[in-house]
């Protein structure tokens, strides 16, 4: 499986924010490389990712009391 994340931050130094790693099914992959191309799964792949965390940023907003739920 492809993974995309990793531990961050330097050595001896505890990382800025909380890793995610996303794995991503091979298979689904290269099935999408052969019908749509590699530019349009990279892109799809960023969007997905950004959407994560973007999500994860509002959970954690709507947790701190920082943002409603509606908004």
């Keep these: 499986m492809s993974t995309i994340g990793g531990e961050g931050g330097r050595p001896g130094r505890p990382p ?3 890793p995610f790693t996303f794995l991503l ?3 689904l992959v290269e099935r ?3 019908e749509v ?4 799964v990279v892109r799809s792949i960023e969007a997905a990712l950004a959407a994560a965390i973007d999500y994860q940023l509002w959970v954690r907003e ?7 739920v509606l908004s």
């Design 16 to 18: 800025t924010r909380r």
């Design 25 to 27: 099914d091979e298979r």
């Design 62 to 68: 709507v947790r701190s009391g920082e943002r409603s």
């Design 32 to 34: 999408a490389r052969s």
């Design 37 to 40: 191309g590699e530019g349009d």
